[in-house]
């Protein structure tokens, strides 16, 4: 069963920054993947995410998830360097790495709670592990989305 496809004006409100790089053959992709849709249906619908950032001098060719520190106040979000978006596959890719993220550090994310729980206990391990295990779910998550892309018609997800 697939959810409905997003549309550009599904890019409005947090992905607003990002939104002019959302072209039709970007959208063609995102629609292919369920993954992905509901990774981008998530993170809207949180409300203790904040709005994607577009980096288009700091670090243009890098993308990253800022988790929320518990008790800080702030929410978390992403980042996205301008420069990883040049085509519709790689902004697919860094989208799914650090949506990625937020599906398990987002709120009530099990990596959130774990890593809370290593800090509060100083377990200096726990705290390497769980920004590892972090990693591994986005790099997971992208590997969903690249098989998704595959299963429907796209050729060539090794770019992935
Ligand atoms: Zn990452």
């Known amino acids: 069963m697939s959810t409905l496809a997003l549309t550009r004006s599904d890019f409005s409100d947090k992905f607003a920054n990002i939104q002019s790089y959302i072209t ?4 063609d992709l995102i629609n292919r993947s369920e993954t992905l849709k509901e990774a981008v249906r998530r993170y809207q619908d949180d409300d203790k995410t904040a709005d994607a950032v577009l980096d288009t001098s700091k670090e243009p060719n890098a ?3 800022r988790p929320r520190r518990e008790g800080s106040g702030n929410e978390d979000f992403i ?6 978006l040049g085509n519709s596959i790689d902004l697919v890719r860094v989208l799914s790495h ?35 295990l972090s990693e591994g779910y986005a790099a997971l998550a992208t590997a969903r989305v690249a098989k998704e892309l595959l299963d429907r018609g796209l050729t060539g997800a090794d770019q992935f």
Do not use: M, Q, W
């Open 24 to 27: 039709p053959a970007a959208l």
């Open 98 to 132: 650090e949506l990625g993220h937020h599906a398990v550090e987002g709120i009530d994310g099990i990596v959130t709670n774990g890593r809370n729980l290593a800090a509060a206990g100083r377990n200096f391990d726990a705290l390497v592990d769980s920004c590892l």
């Open 63 to 65: 993308a990253t998830h």
């Open 79 to 84: 980042t996205v360097g301008k420069d990883t």
